[in-house]
């Protein structure tokens, strides 16, 4: 089945401590993306990649951090997560011409 | 710079009736457009988009947009609704020439009653 997974779906963390979120997609997409989804805000694209190592800020990538080593994953890092990072994650990926974009089923992540 | 303005937070309609969600936008290049709904506690599902051809879209459950140039516009419509379309809805404006940056409206809650 064409999919958009990512891990874990719930996270509870604390102030400081270091995660990260898998995204990975099996159509060979070339586009991937990263958004967090606030309340009354939509949802704020983060990163986003064209290709493996071409990486792009979208407009809140402050705190975050990405990497795409291999097509298929696109790992969201919080190196030093804080409560405003308190939020609903979701990943994307798309075939770069169609620019329609798939989504992941979302992690909601909590930052105490 | 492109940015997305989705004119009600909130519609309310009988089901049966018309539903119009509306949406404006601005870009600096020719935009690809597009509607995604997101039940409660679920993943965004693409209705339909735009991207140059027809300025007509029709999209899934027999939703419908109509790209307007002039107004900058993108409204969404359905000719009845349904209780199941009963959602948020979200318009989106992609642009770009080597990478492509996803700009979501706020979005628009949906209620039908019955």
């Known amino acids: 089945e064409a999919q958009v997974t990512q891990n874990p779906r719930y996270l509870i963390t604390v102030t400081g401590k270091k995660l990260t979120v898998t995204c990975s997609q099996n159509m060979n997409h070339e586009y991937m993306s990263w958004y967090r989804q606030d309340p009354g805000l939509g949802l704020r694209q983060i990163y986003y990649s064209m290709n493996v190592e071409v990486t792009d800020k979208g407009d809140v990538p402050e705190g975050y951090k990405v990497s795409r080593k291999e097509k298929r994953n696109f790992p969201l890092i919080l190196e030093s997560p804080s409560p405003n990072q308190t939020s609903l994650y979701f990943c994307a990926s798309s075939p770069y011409r169609v620019r329609e974009q798939y989504f992941g089923p979302g992690t909601r992540l909590t930052v105490t | ?114």
Request: glycine residues 8%.
């Open chain 2, 1 to 114: 710079a492109q940015s997305v303005t989705q004119l009600d937070s909130h519609v309310s309609v009988s089901e049966g009736t018309p539903v119009l969600l509306r949406c404006n936008y601005s870009s600096s290049y020719s935009p690809s457009l597009f509607w995604y709904v997101q039940h409660p506690n679920k993943g965004l599902q693409l209705l339909l988009k735009y991207t140059s051809a027809a300025t007509l879209v029709k999209g899934i459950n027999g939703f419908e947009a109509e790209f307007k140039k002039s107004e900058t516009s993108f409204h969404l419509t359905k000719p009845s609704a349904h209780m199941s379309d009963a959602a948020e809805y979200f318009c989106v404006v992609s642009e770009g020439t080597g990478g492509f940056k996803t700009i979501f409206g706020a979005g628009t809650r949906l209620f039908v009653k019955a």
